[in-house]
C-alpha cells in the first residue's frame, strides 16, 4: 500500500521562502503523476502544483511564477515556495492516484484511489 510523507512545512514571513518534500513508499514500480494541494480552514483543497513521471506540470493561477514543482527519483516530489504570501498559509498536502492524475489529464486505472499524505503546515505571517 502507497503511504506518502510530507516534510519541510513551518512558519515564515511573507516574501520568504520554504520547500516542501514528499516521499513515497510501497511503490515499487514508482508513482507516475504527483502533486500538491492546500487546504486553508473553512475552504475545500484545492491543487496547488502537478507533476507527471515525464516532467509536464501544472500550477494554480495564484501560484505561478512563485512555486515550483519538482520530481527527485521516481517516488519524490518537491515544492520549492518562493516569495510567499500570508494567503498561501495552509495545510499541504502530497497527492497521487485518482484526483491529481484527473487534474492533470492522466488516464485513471478502473477504481484508483486517491493517495494522501497526512498534511503539513505552512504558515505565512504578514
Known amino acids: 500500500q502507497v503511504q506518502l510523507q510530507e516534510s519541510g512545512g513551518g512558519k515564515v514571513q511573507a516574501g520568504g521562502s520554504l520547500r516542501l518534500s514528499c516521499a513515497a513508499s510501497?511503490?515499487?514500480?514508482?508513482?507516475?503523476?504527483m502533486g500538491w494541494y492546500r487546504q486553508a480552514p473553512g475552504k475545500q483543497r484545492d491543487l496547488v502544483a502537478g507533476i507527471t513521471n515525464g516532467g509536464r506540470t501544472t500550477y494554480a493561477d495564484s501560484v505561478k511564477g512563485r512555486f515550483t514543482i519538482s520530481r527527485g527519483d521516481k517516488n519524490t516530489v518537491y515544492l520549492q515556495m518562493n516569495n510567499v504570501k500570508p494567503e498561501d498559509t495552509a495545510v499541504y498536502y502530497c497527492?497521487?492516484?485518482?484526483?491529481?492524475?484527473?487534474?492533470?489529464?492522466?488516464?485513471?486505472?478502473?477504481?484508483?484511489?486517491?493517495?494522501w499524505g497526512q498534511g503539513t503546515q505552512v504558515t505565512v505571517s504578514s
Open positions: 510501497g511503490a515499487p514500480f514508482g508513482l507516475t503523476t
Open positions: 497527492a497521487a492516484g485518482a484526483r491529481i492524475k484527473r487534474a492533470m489529464g492522466d488516464p485513471v486505472w478502473p477504481s484508483e484511489p486517491d493517495k
